[in-house]
């Protein structure tokens, strides 16, 4: 099926650090999501990017939507350990009215203090 | 401010019996959809309603899987005959209606163990 490619599938990193991943599709999306999952609960909405190119920040999160309209990224600046967990893309497919989300694999973040 | 929220947070079963799970989505969200989370993945589309129309559903969905959302409001899944196979985290998300419609917010999911 179609699927996201998330990259990289796992940092670890001190504190203080920024942070960059990113999102790559085959195909294209006319919306990206990133989203942050802790252990044990579900995933939560962090940035919702809605137009190529668009640039958008919530606090220490910067998210891009890639030109292309393939790919997306997301930087975390000055980490710090609340900022652990799973980082998870996410783009809308449509199918027979149904905005199916489409997830990438994640990325794990560590940091150690 | 209430988000989504489901209900058992998790559920422990024998194989073979049957379990359901709740979903309450955000009050004024007309969109529910139903997602199953494996460990080291990211979710999977199981099914979607639109108010209490139940439009697609996942070939994950076997046929011992059944979803209602009889008043456009809860939602429940309910799967029978468990199976090992089906020990995983399910999640709820709702989305609102217009413009916004693909950004779904997720409930804290039920995480679900079949021995």
């Known amino acids: 099926g179609q699927q996201l490619n998330q990259s990289p599938q796992s940092m670890f990193i001190q504190e203080g650090e920024d942070v960059s991943m990113n999102c790559t599709s085959s195909s294209i999306f006319n919306t990206w999501l990133w989203y942050k999952q802790d252990p044990g609960e579900g995933p939560v909405l962090l940035i919702a990017?809605?137009?190529?190119?668009e640039l958008t920040s919530n606090g220490r999160l910067t998210a891009q939507f890639g030109i292309t309209r393939k790919d997306s990224f997301l930087n975390i600046s000055a980490s710090i350990p609340s900022d652990v967990g799973i980082y998870f893309c996410?783009?809308?497919?449509?199918?027979?009215?149904?905005?199916?989300?489409?997830f990438g694999q994640g990325t794990r973040l560590t940091i150690n203090p | 401010d209430t988000g989504v929220s489901q209900d058992p947070r998790h559920k422990i079963t024998k194989r073979g019996q049957n379990v359901t799970f709740r979903c309450d989505p955000i009050?004024?969200?007309?969109?529910l959809y139903w997602y199953r989370q494996t460990l080291g993945q990211g979710p999977e589309f199981l099914t979607y309603f639109q108010n209490e129309a139940q439009l697609e559903k996942s070939r994950l969905l076997s046929d011992r899987f059944s979803a209602e959302r009889p008043k456009g409001s809860f939602s429940t899944l309910e799967i029978q005959r468990t199976e090992q196979g089906d020990s995983a985290m399910y999640l709820c998300a709702s989305s609102p209606p217009g413009l916004a419609e693909e950004t779904q917010y997720f409930g804290p999911g039920t995480r679900l163990l079949v021995l």
């Open positions: 009050s004024e969200h007309n969109r």
């Open positions: 990017l809605y137009k190529a190119g």
């Open positions: 996410a783009g809308p497919r449509i199918i027979q009215g149904a905005q199916k989300l489409v």
